[in-house]
C-alpha cells in the first residue's frame, strides 16, 4: 500500500509540474521553457519504498527526431577511409505500420526499410551491405515489399549482399535474408519457421457472457469471414485455407530457386518447424556459421576492402550507433508494461496473413497503432 501511495504521490508531483501549477509552459524544437513561478508550500513525506523493477527503456531525446533525414554513423574502421560497408539493421515484427508508442521513435518498419535502402543506393562509397536481422518475421505484404527493395538496390548496384541472422531469423525475416549473396546464422540462432498463420478467434460465448450481442449489417455473405463475432463457417475455412497455401507455397518457391544446394527434404524446412543455426547450416537453409564480424568480414572480402575501411550505420538525430549491434528502439513500451491483450478484439488493427515464428501470443497484436 506504501508503495501504491507513493507512487500516487509521483504522479501527481509530475503532474503540477507539467502545468506549472499556473505557470506557462512552451515547448519549440524539442525544448520545454517554463514561464511563471512554481511555489511548494509545506511538508511533502513519502512513506515506502519506491521500487520501479527492473524496466528498462530506450527513450529518444528528440520528439522531432523522426523528421530528422538518415545519416550514416562510422561504427568501426579509419574515418578517413572512403569506402564504406553498410550494415543495415532490420529488428522486430515487420509489418507496414507505426508501431511506436510512448518513449519511442514509433517508425514504419518497411518505409524506414525502403529509407536505408534508398540511402545505400545513392552513397556511391558504399561497396558491400549487411543485412542484420533480429526479427520472428511479419506480415506477408510487409515482408513481399522489404524483398521488393532489397532485390532492386542488388539488381541496381550489383552490391554483394550478406545477411547475418542473430537471435531470431524465422518466416519473413527469413524470406528477407534469402534474397542475400549469403547468409550467416550464429550457433545459438533461431532458423526456419516456414509458413504461414492468419489469427482467427472465435469470440462468440465470451461476449455472450457480457450480454454483448453483433448485429452486422452487411451486404455479401462472406465480407465478415473471421471475425470473432461467430464462428467460421467450412468454406469460409476452405476460402482462407486456399489464400494461406497460395503465400507458402510463394515462400517455398522463393527458397526453392534461391538455394538449390538445399540437402534436407523440402517436408523438413517447409512445414514451419525451426532450428538453430547450426542446424539450418546442415540443411543448406544457411551458407555458414559464425557471429555479425564474421558476415562483415564476408562482405569486405567478396567487395574488395581493406581491413581499415569504414562501416557504417544509418540513424537519425539522437539515436547514434556506436557499435554494428547498436539498436534503435522501435516497440512500444506500452506494450512490455501493459502485456495483457483480449485476442481477436484488435482484430481490425492486426495483420492478415503472416509469415511468422509465432510463440509469443503478443505476437498478434504487437502492431497495434
Same mark, same amino acid.
Given at each position: 500500500m506504501a508503495r501504491i501511495h507513493s507512487l500516487t504521490l509521483l504522479l501527481?508531483? #509530475?503532474? +503540477?509540474?507539467?502545468?506549472?501549477?499556473g505557470s506557462k509552459v512552451f515547448r519549440h524544437n524539442g525544448a520545454v521553457n517554463m514561464a511563471g513561478g512554481f511555489d511548494m508550500t509545506g511538508d511533502m513525506t513519502v512513506d515506502g519504498k519506491l521500487d520501479m523493477g527492473e524496466l528498462k527503456t530506450t527513450v529518444s531525446l528528440n520528439p522531432n527526431s523522426r523528421s530528422t533525414p538518415l545519416t550514416p554513423v562510422v561504427v568501426s574502421g579509419r574515418p578517413i577511409r572512403t569506402e564504406k560497408i553498410a550494415v543495415i539493421d532490420v529488428d522486430d515484427f515487420l509489418v507496414d505500420r507505426n508501431v511506436g508508442g510512448i518513449g519511442t521513435m514509433g517508425e514504419n518498419p518497411v518505409a524506414l526499410f525502403h529509407e536505408k535502402i534508398e540511402a545505400v543506393r545513392q552513397d556511391k562509397n558504399i561497396k558491400a551491405v549487411v543485412l542484420?536481422?533480429?526479427?520472428?518475421?511479419?506480415? %506477408?505484404?510487409?515482408? /513481399?515489399?522489404?524483398? *521488393? $527493395?532489397? #532485390? =532492386?538496390?542488388k539488381q541496381d548496384r550489383q552490391l554483394p549482399i550478406i545477411a547475418s541472422i542473430m537471435t531470431v531469423g524465422t518466416g519473413g525475416a527469413y524470406y528477407l535474408a534469402n534474397h542475400c549473396d549469403t547468409i550467416i546464422a550464429h550457433p545459438t540462432s533461431i532458423v526456419g519457421g516456414i509458413g504461414v498463420i492468419l489469427n482467427v478467434y472465435n469470440l462468440q460465448d465470451t461476449m455472450g457472457q457480457?450480454? %454483448?450481442?453483433?448485429?452486422?449489417? =452487411?451486404?455479401?455473405?462472406k465480407i465478415d469471414a473471421g471475425t470473432p463475432e461467430r464462428p467460421i463457417e467450412a468454406d469460409? +475455412?476452405?476460402?482462407?485455407? @486456399?489464400? #494461406? /497455401?497460395?503465400? *507458402? $507455397?510463394?515462400?517455398? /518457391?522463393?527458397?526453392?530457386? =534461391?538455394?538449390? $544446394? %538445399?540437402? #534436407?527434404?523440402q517436408e523438413q524446412w517447409s512445414d514451419g518447424s525451426v532450428m538453430t543455426g547450426g542446424e539450418a547450416h546442415a540443411m543448406g537453409l544457411v551458407d555458414g556459421v559464425g557471429y555479425l564480424d564474421t558476415a562483415i568480414e564476408i562482405a569486405r572480402q567478396q567487395a574488395g576492402l581493406k581491413p581499415d575501411d569504414r562501416v557504417v550505420m544509418y540513424r537519425r538525430e539522437n539515436d547514434p550507433a556506436y557499435t554494428p549491434l547498436d539498436v534503435s528502439p522501435n516497440q512500444p513500451v506500452l506494450s512490455s508494461?501493459?502485456?495483457? @491483450?483480449v485476442p481477436g478484439l484488435d482484430r481490425s488493427t492486426m495483420p492478415t496473413f503472416l509469415y511468422l515464428w509465432q510463440s509469443d501470443p503478443a505476437m498478434a497484436t504487437l502492431a497495434r497503432p
Amino acid at each position: 500500500m506504501a508503495r501504491i501511495h507513493s507512487l500516487t504521490l509521483l504522479l501527481l508531483l #509530475a503532474l +503540477l509540474f507539467c502545468t506549472g501549477c499556473g505557470s506557462k509552459v512552451f515547448r519549440h524544437n524539442g525544448a520545454v521553457n517554463m514561464a511563471g513561478g512554481f511555489d511548494m508550500t509545506g511538508d511533502m513525506t513519502v512513506d515506502g519504498k519506491l521500487d520501479m523493477g527492473e524496466l528498462k527503456t530506450t527513450v529518444s531525446l528528440n520528439p522531432n527526431s523522426r523528421s530528422t533525414p538518415l545519416t550514416p554513423v562510422v561504427v568501426s574502421g579509419r574515418p578517413i577511409r572512403t569506402e564504406k560497408i553498410a550494415v543495415i539493421d532490420v529488428d522486430d515484427f515487420l509489418v507496414d505500420r507505426n508501431v511506436g508508442g510512448i518513449g519511442t521513435m514509433g517508425e514504419n518498419p518497411v518505409a524506414l526499410f525502403h529509407e536505408k535502402i534508398e540511402a545505400v543506393r545513392q552513397d556511391k562509397n558504399i561497396k558491400a551491405v549487411v543485412l542484420r536481422i533480429n526479427s520472428p518475421g511479419g506480415g %506477408v505484404t510487409a515482408s /513481399d515489399m522489404m524483398c *521488393h $527493395q532489397l #532485390a =532492386k538496390l542488388k539488381q541496381d548496384r550489383q552490391l554483394p549482399i550478406i545477411a547475418s541472422i542473430m537471435t531470431v531469423g524465422t518466416g519473413g525475416a527469413y524470406y528477407l535474408a534469402n534474397h542475400c549473396d549469403t547468409i550467416i546464422a550464429h550457433p545459438t540462432s533461431i532458423v526456419g519457421g516456414i509458413g504461414v498463420i492468419l489469427n482467427v478467434y472465435n469470440l462468440q460465448d465470451t461476449m455472450g457472457q457480457f450480454n %454483448v450481442l453483433s448485429s452486422p449489417i =452487411k451486404s455479401g455473405e462472406k465480407i465478415d469471414a473471421g471475425t470473432p463475432e461467430r464462428p467460421i463457417e467450412a468454406d469460409e +475455412l476452405a476460402m482462407l485455407q @486456399r489464400i #494461406a /497455401d497460395s503465400f *507458402h $507455397q510463394r515462400l517455398i /518457391d522463393q527458397i526453392n530457386s =534461391k538455394r538449390p $544446394q %538445399v540437402t #534436407a527434404s523440402q517436408e523438413q524446412w517447409s512445414d514451419g518447424s525451426v532450428m538453430t543455426g547450426g542446424e539450418a547450416h546442415a540443411m543448406g537453409l544457411v551458407d555458414g556459421v559464425g557471429y555479425l564480424d564474421t558476415a562483415i568480414e564476408i562482405a569486405r572480402q567478396q567487395a574488395g576492402l581493406k581491413p581499415d575501411d569504414r562501416v557504417v550505420m544509418y540513424r537519425r538525430e539522437n539515436d547514434p550507433a556506436y557499435t554494428p549491434l547498436d539498436v534503435s528502439p522501435n516497440q512500444p513500451v506500452l506494450s512490455s508494461l501493459i502485456p495483457l @491483450r483480449v485476442p481477436g478484439l484488435d482484430r481490425s488493427t492486426m495483420p492478415t496473413f503472416l509469415y511468422l515464428w509465432q510463440s509469443d501470443p503478443a505476437m498478434a497484436t504487437l502492431a497495434r497503432p
